[in-house]
């Protein structure tokens, strides 16, 4: 009997094209004549940025990743090509995701997942009411994540959501989970911007307050911005599930029997991942909000997050899984080949994108400079409403072509000077500017939880991911500017 024959099939030719241009804007564009302020650094560095946006988008995540890595190390850009492979592969947060990667991963890969489908499918309030529970899911976990960090939490709810699509039989390239994960993504945003108390977010604040002399009021902010997130991810999970045309009825008819005896309980080794990995989280929030004591300190500034979720992998990989069968809890055999463990594409995308989006930004490239002058005269003798209004549109704009950090640090002082000129109170524009800059979502180098969600294998289409996340950015700003415009008025 003969071999079946195996049809042998090449690229197609648009794909040497996509190649081809990838490659020329990485490696070509820096060779353009400059202009404005933008310098050679900046176009070589503008180049990069757009080729690897493009490759993301029409090639796939890792041979680009590696192509800009040696792109940015002969860009010209400070310290060279060693400094450049540090900055990236080597990065703090790329190091922080994988150790939370293992743990969070683990949890799922050691059945949390199906146990939790099984538990929250079977309340008798969710029974034959799948949209409830989706509103339900996002909601409460955007309130989660004004104390919770947003990358251990989307890790742990994107492996969650995948086995409930997994479980309840939906498509591999189904809407149900471009819509779920862009939810989770868009409902941790909004909740981890409420209130400015920590990280990057307290750093924009302070920087507002010495600026225009008039602190961030944290109730005022939390208050319109909790009614703000209430209204948006409502609007999302309703009005998005008829734009996309989620199908609920396959998780409506789910039988969660089908998932087997194993999913009625929660394994102990599963258990005790979940305690350390909790305990790891509220570590980190302690940290991230009392700030002046010597624990704090020491986690912040000489252990750091990233050495504090190394401990919790560690751990996890030393202590019993309580089984009885003479291994740890973690055992990494276990999880170095699953998805939900460990993602490289997710990594490699971290690597490349947040260190870029950060690099475009710096001083050496004059694009600051350039925006600066294109913007300042468009906010020179407007009304108080509008500078409002504006400083949404642009800030939503900015944060989510590069790094919010940047971008946000960048518009303060640009914007503050006409806020203050205006009369209008400046807690207004600051909390708008602050909440909206957190918003970076639409391309992979726009903030950390954008590049975990664009490098997702569960979402191979760039052309969905967008459009769920352009749905929720119109959301977003239609929403921001009607909440902030009634803040003003009733503020007078």
């Not at 400070?78 to 080597?90: C, H, K, L, T």
């Not at 750091?304 to 990989?317: N, P, Q, V």
């Not at 903030?447 to 760039?462: C, D, N």
Request: charged share 10%.
């Amino acid at each position: 009997m003969s071999a079946p024959v195996v049809q042998k099939t090449g690229y197609k030719p648009m794909q040497y094209v996509h190649i081809a241009i990838t490659l020329l804007l990485m490696f070509g564009f820096g060779y353009l004549p400059t202009f404005s302020t933008v310098t050679p650094v900046g176009m070589k560095l503008l180049g990069i940025f757009l080729g690897v946006i493009y490759g993301y988008s029409t090639c796939e995540v890792i041979w680009p990743s590696l192509f800009a890595i040696v792109a940015f190390g002969l860009s010209g850009y400070p310290n060279g090509m060693n400094a450049g492979i540090s900055s990236m592969i080597g990065s703090s947060t790329v190091f922080q995701i994988i150790t939370q990667y293992f743990a969070a991963g683990a949890i799922v890969v050691y059945g949390f997942g199906k146990w939790f489908v099984r538990w929250s499918l079977s309340l008798p309030i969710f029974k034959g009411k799948p949209i409830f529970y989706t509103w339900c899911f996002m909601f409460i976990f955007m309130w989660s994540a004004i104390a919770i960090s947003q990358i251990p939490m989307s890790l742990l709810l994107y492996a969650i959501w995948g086995d409930i699509a997994d479980s309840c039989g939906y498509e591999k390239d189904s809407s149900f989970r471009y819509y779920g994960f862009a939810g989770i993504m868009f409902s941790l945003m909004m909740g981890g911007a409420m209130i400015p108390y920590k990280s990057w977010m307290l750093g924009l604040a302070n920087s507002w307050a010495n600026v225009t002399g008039t602190p961030i009021n944290l109730g005022l902010m939390f208050l319109i911005t909790a009614i703000a997130g209430t209204i948006i991810i409502t609007l999302y999970v309703f009005l998005g599930a008829k734009l996309f045309k989620v199908d609920f009825s396959i998780m409506e008819s789910f039988d969660v029997d089908k998932l087997g005896e194993e999913s009625k309980v929660l394994r102990p080794r599963a258990k005790r991942i979940i305690i350390v990995f909790l305990i790891t989280m509220l570590l980190a929030i302690f940290a991230g909000t009392f700030l002046d004591n010597p624990l704090s300190k020491f986690l912040n500034d000489t252990l750091t997050t990233g050495g504090l979720f190394c401990i919790c992998s560690a751990l996890l990989m030393v202590i019993p899984s309580g089984e009885g069968d003479g291994q740890p809890a973690i055992v990494f055999n276990d999880i170095k080949h699953s998805d939900a463990a460990v993602s490289w594409p997710v990594i490699f995308m971290c690597a490349v994108t947040i260190p870029l989006a950060s690099a475009v930004t710096n001083q050496a490239t004059g694009v600051l400079p350039w925006l600066t002058g294109i913007f300042t005269p468009l906010f020179d003798g407007k009304s108080p409403i509008f500078i409002l209004i504006f400083t949404i549109i642009v800030m939503l704009i900015l944060t989510n072509v590069g790094s919010n950090i940047a971008f946000g640090s960048a518009m303060i002082p640009v914007i503050s000077p006409f806020v203050i000129a205006s009369g209008m109170n400046p807690v207004l524009a600051g909390a708008a500017l602050i909440w909206i800059a957190n918003m970076g979502m639409m391309l992979p180098g726009s903030s950390a939880p954008a590049s975990i969600f664009h490098g997702r294998s569960e979402l191979p289409s760039a052309a969905k991911r967008t459009q769920v996340v352009g749905f929720a950015a119109i959301l977003m700003l239609v929403v921001s500017i009607i909440i902030f415009s009634i803040a003003y008025v009733v503020m007078g």
